[in-house]
T-cell receptor, first 116, second 113 residues
């Protein structure tokens, strides 16, 4: 499968625990975007990363949330000390280039986080 | 005012009819426009993108863009029950030279036999 790979598909955490969500972009893509979707709502931009660089994190909550895209390995979205309000579907998308108009975003299947 | 606005629906059309989905956006600097389809519990799937004013056709789908009116639409001809899904309009702001997309909340389409 050459698409965007996210894991796990479902993640259950108790309040106060840490959640780690992983995303491997499509082959040949070096630009990764994380979005959050609450039930019955649209996708909300969180962060845009290139390899080893955070380009835009304007949609990330200031506390508890962090993201990285290391030189080797998948992109990681990390949520510390989770609260019930963090329960949502988290989608990762990748694009071939980050500039210009020829880079539609391709989405992974998402990670559905449930905080109990 | 939301940056990207869509009627939440549901938009109900009979099988074989034309479904018309509309979207308005607030940032006049927006440069790229996308329609995604999302089935319940699934990931968004790219249907079409459009960059220039006018119409763009792909099979049963036609995207229409009017930058002066800040309006983009998606027409689905010969609607099928399998088209029943939520359709997300997304706008590329182009700020900083990268394709960060802002999404509308989506319009639910129901095609009934």
């Amino acid at each position: 499968n050459a698409g965007v790979m996210q894991n796990p598909r479902h993640l259950v955490r108790r309040r106060g625990q840490e959640a780690r969500l992983r995303c491997s972009p499509m082959k040949g893509h070096s630009h990764v975007y994380w979005y959050r979707q609450l039930p019955e709502e649209g996708l909300k931009f969180m962060v845009y990363l290139q390899k080893e660089n955070i380009i835009d994190e304007s949609g990330m909550p200031k506390e508890r949330f962090s993201a990285e895209f290391p030189k080797e390995g998948p992109s990681i979205l990390r949520i510390q000390q989770v609260v019930r309000g963090d329960s949502a579907a988290y989608f990762c998308a990748s694009s071939q280039t980050g500039t210009g108009n020829n880079s539609p975003l391709h989405f992974g299947n998402g990670t559905r986080l449930t905080v109990t | 005012q939301k940056e990207v606005e869509q009627n939440s629906g549901p938009l109900s059309v009979p099988e074989g009819a034309i479904a018309s989905l509309n979207c308005t956006y607030s940032d006049r600097g927006s440069q790229s426009f996308f329609w995604y389809r999302q089935y319940s519990g699934k990931s968004p799937e790219l249907i079409m993108f459009i960059y220039s004013n006018g119409d763009k056709e792909d099979g049963r789908f036609t995207a229409q863009l009017n930058k002066a009116s800040q309006y983009v639409s998606l027409l689905i001809r010969d609607s099928q029950p399998s088209d029943s899904a939520t359709y997300l309009c997304a706008v590329g702001r182009g700020a900083g030279g990268y394709n960060k997309l802002i999404f509308g909340a989506g319009t639910r389409l129901a095609v009934h036999p």
